[in-house]
């Protein structure tokens, strides 16, 4: 490979797992929509309980909703209960008093991210004395964040390894070598022997990479450190999850998967069966496999389960058709392949090239069709392809596939060009390859960041209703809350919270100002009511908005700026 061809796999190696790497498994994937009392607000009278309503099904079974009041003492009751399909979480706090109550909550999703925060509210009037500071939840470290990823992604890897090579040993490779007669040759030995490795090595890194999952799943639900998380204890409690027992059927596959793979790297027939009982039998694992992953995340969860489902599990099956068959084709047989005399050389590849082309054209218009309704599915509107960090994941993804499509396209004038044993065409193809290669698997480590991205429908839902929003900004997380979201008079709270999600003390004035379209921005005057919470009140229509906010020199001048829209019917 030239200079200049491994200068772009490398950046483009480089950047996809740069992706794969930054999404945190502790993104938020059920958001929190609305709660009872709201954020910030003073309520007539002290509720009986507070209530947390999510974008889609929680489990509190690793998580908590905790009340305390103003001198950190716990005050809520009784068991956590949840309801409406377990999208709404409710703990009791009988017998509340007029003061300020902290919240603090950590739930799991449905797809198995946990997702946490802390709010106050006031019943009657807040207290005369601030609150006492409560130890709320930082989430996951950024190790775990990045082994997470990088677990995901290598199990991508084994996936399509297992699903490449068989593809191409049963319909690419054993074919076209037994039309040129050139079985008995080194480069047939090679071959099988490099198959054979990488089918056990790709088994291996399956079940490896499945058993680090479940100990990464508790350590980002925990907040635990990856060893901390892989005590019995707090690994029993994530198999009590509907992610727990998605694992375990995932794991159970790739261990049985193990009887297929060692039937076919013997040369003798396993149990008096045929080879092609068993590439029979990998292929359905790894169909179960492919399932299963779609039932694990957001197809479930978004409310098409029935397309959804189903279309994720075909496009991970025909991605890893045409991705593993491809490095089949470059790792496995190119070392095989070249071994050969020129002429036999440029003879195995115009068999090769045009059998594995008819099969990667094939999942390559599945992969389209599949990954158009993942996206519709996935993304509210065109506009989130480059309005959300969901959206812009998927875009990338698709340009990388694109970019490997135009090498694809390149490959199918190759038999062509190795008539007469040009020697040439060899060896752009081996270069061609490779960079496609490379590219796909750049679209892969995208594809495994996905999953720790919030789609863009799940956001749509969340503007739908109560504006709540927050940004990071410096050591702060900056809330904006807008009640009652509706046109007419509102109460627009900001509050500076910590890295424990409570209210930063030091953050004593504040300045913010909004505008809609091309009008100048009008101040907003803000008043404060309680550590790192401000409120001001405005007039506002059925419009979009953008709200300006920055702290004051106590703050760092710490700021961001929003944008929300108030729906004409409210």
């Known amino acids: 490979m030239s200079v200049r061809l491994r200068t772009v796999a490398a950046i483009v190696l480089l950047a996809a797992m740069t992706v794969v790497l930054e999404a945190s498994p502790a993104s938020a994937h059920a958001i929190l929509l609305r709660t009872d009392p709201a954020p910030q ?87 005369t004395i601030s609150p006492v500071a409560v130890v709320g939840d930082v989430g996951a470290g950024r190790v775990v964040g990045w082994g997470f990823g990088v677990d995901r992604f290598l199990w991508f890897a084994a996936f399509f390894g297992l699903a490449g090579i068989a593809v191409v040993r049963r319909w690419v490779w054993t074919p076209a070598i037994r039309q040129l007669e050139l079985g008995s040759t080194e480069a047939a030995a090679r071959f099988r022997l490099r198959a054979a490795r990488g089918l056990v090595a790709s088994w291996g890194l399956l079940v490896a990479t499945g058993l680090a999952a479940i100990v990464f799943q508790s350590a980002a639900v925990s907040g635990l450190s990856f060893a901390a998380a892989a005590k019995p204890s707090i690994v029993r409690q994530v198999l009590s999850t509907t992610f727990g027992h998605l694992w375990v059927v995932q794991l159970a596959i ?77 790792v496995v047989a190119g070392p095989a392949w070249r071994m050969l005399d020129a002429p036999e050389r440029s003879s195995a590849l115009r068999a090769l090239v045009p059998r594995f082309s008819r099969l990667a054209m094939g999942s390559v218009a599945l992969v389209i069709v599949t990954g158009t309704i993942n996206a519709l599915i996935g993304l509210a509107s065109v506009s989130d392809l480059w309005k959300v960090p969901y959206g812009r994941v998927v875009l990338a993804k698709v340009v ?65 209703g109560a504006v709540a929003q927050e940004h990071k900004s410096g050591a702060y997380t900056i809330q904006l809350f807008v009640d009652p979201g509706k046109p007419g008079t509102n109460d627009i709270h900001i509050t500076y919270s910590n890295a424990q999600g409570l209210g930063a003390a030091e953050v004593v004035s504040a300045r913010a100002s909004f505008s809609t379209g091309t009008n100048p921005p009008r101040p907003l005057s803000l008043r404060l009511i309680s550590a790192g919470h401000f409120v001001a009140t405005a007039d506002l229509r059925g419009d979009r908005y953008t709200v300006v906010v920055r702290a004051g020199p106590d703050g760092g001048n710490a700021g961001s700026t929003f944008h929300l829209t108030i729906h004409a019917k409210g």
């Open 41 to 127: 607000t003073t309520v007539a009278r002290p509720p009986t309980s507070v209530r947390l309503f999510f974008s889609e099904a929680v489990e509190v079974t690793f998580g908590a909703v905790r009340v305390f009041d103003v001198d950190g003492h716990r005050i809520d009751r009784g068991t956590i209960r949840r309801a409406s399909g377990n999208r709404e979480v409710v703990v009791a706090t009988p017998g509340l008093k007029a003061g300020t109550y902290t919240v603090t909550w950590r739930a799991v999703s449905a797809d198995g991210h946990p997702v946490h925060g802390g709010f106050t509210f006031y019943a009657v009037q807040p207290s």
């Open 254 to 330: 790739s261990v049985v998967l193990g009887l297929p793979v060692a039937a076919l790297v013997r040369r003798r027939p396993t149990l008096g069966l045929p080879s092609s009982w068993w590439l029979g039998g990998l292929g359905g694992g790894l169909g179960g496999l492919a399932v299963v992953a779609a039932v694990n995340g957001h197809a479930r969860t978004l409310g098409h389960a029935a397309a959804g489902v189903p279309s994720l599990a075909l496009h991970l099956v025909t991605v890893a058709v045409w991705v593993g068959g491809l490095g089949a084709l470059v």
């Open 400 to 464: 990388l596939l694109a970019v490997a499509l135009c090498f694809g396209a390149r490959h199918l004038v190759t038999p062509r060009r190795l008539e007469g044993g040009d020697a040439t065409g060899a060896q752009s193809f081996r270069r061609t390859s490779a960079v496609e290669l490379a590219v796909l698997v750049g679209a892969v480590g995208l594809a495994a960041g996905l999953i720790a991205l919030v789609p863009g429908r799940s956001l749509a839902l969340q503007a739908s």
